[in-house]
C-alpha cells in the first residue's frame, strides 16, 4: 500500500515538476520582434491573393502547453479511477484543482498570441 502511495506521490510531483518547468520556458524564452511577413496569412505555402472573409484567431502555441499541461492530469485522474476506494468526488476535486491553473495559462497565451 505504501509503495502505491509513493508511486503517485512521484507522479503528482512530475507532473508538478513539468508545469513548473513549461512556465518557466515561457518565461525564459524570449519574444521576438514579429514582421508582417511571419504574421500574414498564408494559403498553402503561398502568400493569400486577396482579402480572406475572415481569419481564425487560433494560434497552436496556447494549446500546445494545454495539452502538455493536462495530460498528465488526466493520466492521473485514470489511475487515481482504478483504485476502488477513492471517491469520485475526491477525484473531481483533484482533476479541477490541478486542471484550473493549466487551463488559465494556456488560454491566456493563446489569447494573448491571437491578439497581437
Known amino acids: 500500500m505504501i509503495e502505491n502511495v509513493l508511486l503517485i506521490v512521484v ?7 513539468v508545469d ?9 524564452v524570449p519574444r521576438y ?5 511571419k504574421t500574414m496569412r498564408w494559403e498553402a ?3 493569400a491573393m486577396k482579402y480572406p472573409k475572415y481569419t481564425l484567431p487560433m494560434k497552436y502555441t496556447g494549446y500546445m502547453f494545454l ?5 498528465p492530469i488526466i ?3 485514470l489511475l487515481f479511477s482504478a483504485h476502488p476506494s477513492l471517491s469520485f468526488t475526491m477525484l473531481l476535486l483533484l482533476s479541477l484543482l490541478l486542471l484550473l ?5 494556456g488560454y491566456k497565451m493563446t ?6
Not at 495539452?67 to 495530460?71: L, S
Open 67 to 71: 495539452f502538455m499541461a493536462v495530460e
Open 45 to 47: 505555402g503561398n502568400p
Open 33 to 37: 520582434n514579429l514582421t508582417e511577413i
Open 75 to 77: 493520466v492521473l485522474l
Open 20 to 28: 513548473g518547468a513549461l512556465l518557466l520556458l515561457i518565461r525564459i
Open 101 to 105: 491553473p493549466a487551463i488559465y495559462v
Open 11 to 17: 507522479l503528482i510531483l512530475i507532473c508538478v515538476l
Open 111 to 116: 489569447l494573448e498570441i491571437a491578439e497581437s
